[in-house]
């Protein structure tokens, strides 16, 4: 087993890297009149970038519909060991978290409302290898066989999404999926719910609520762009 894992960290090693880009969401990071304030900016859009950048995801790996409460979710070392494991189900009486991992920060997690995301950047035979943190980029392993966890498309997870995000003046919505397209003004202060995706454009719906009425709005957004997503999104209302 333990020859098995290490040659699936050479693998992975050598076949998968991140790469950095710019996203419309940086930009609003307000300059720091001073050298640690310019350090801690820089962290935040390196941290920030990394999180966005989805060059080597595959996808994303969730809960899956039939996670239940003698279930505990696994993460495991190149050579197999186990690293951390935690459940959804505990006693929240005192408010806190009893299996807190400071090195556990993946694309979403709320142990409160039983919200999981990693990002999925491999695939081998018995296992998925995982950014199990997205400000350093520590990558664990999961189990294919573990039935707690479940592989989705990144387009599938966004669109199941509560409401995405945007920059209107940089991806401001049209009414085709087209650079060319219309622009739709009189949004921003509209929830953009997702409702499917065509290559680099997400449709959105939104509602135009009126005293006698409400209506249904549709349009176009980009949720990626140079392999990095410039949406926000948001999985409760």
Known sequence: MNIIWTVVLLLVSTGCSSGASNSPELTSI????NRDGERFNTEMKSQQ?????????????VLSEGYGKNDF??????????WYQFTFFFNDKDGAFPYAND??????????NFLLALKCIGEHDAVY?????????????????????ALES????I??????????????IRNTPSRTGKLINGTKEATLHPIQIEGDWLKVRWDSPTESQSTINYGWVKWRSDNVIIIEIFYFS
Not at 50 to 60: D, F, H, P, S, V
Not at 163 to 169: L, N, R
Request: no cysteine; hydrophobic share 40%.
């Open 30 to 33: 307000v300059q720091a009149p």
């Open 49 to 61: 970038t990394r999180r966005t950048n989805i060059a080597k995801t595959i996808g994303m790996i």
């Open 73 to 82: 979710l696994r993460f495991y070392n190149s050579d197999g060991s186990l």
């Open 103 to 112: 090195d556990f920060a993946p694309f979403s997690f709320h142990p409160d």
């Open 129 to 149: 290898e995982v950014i199990v943190n997205e400000e350093t980029g520590l990558k664990k392993f999961i189990k294919k066989s573990d039935p707690a966890f």
């Open 154 to 157: 990144l387009e599938e997870h």
């Open 159 to 172: 669109v199941k999404a509560f409401a995405v995000s945007i920059d209107d003046e940089s991806n401001p």
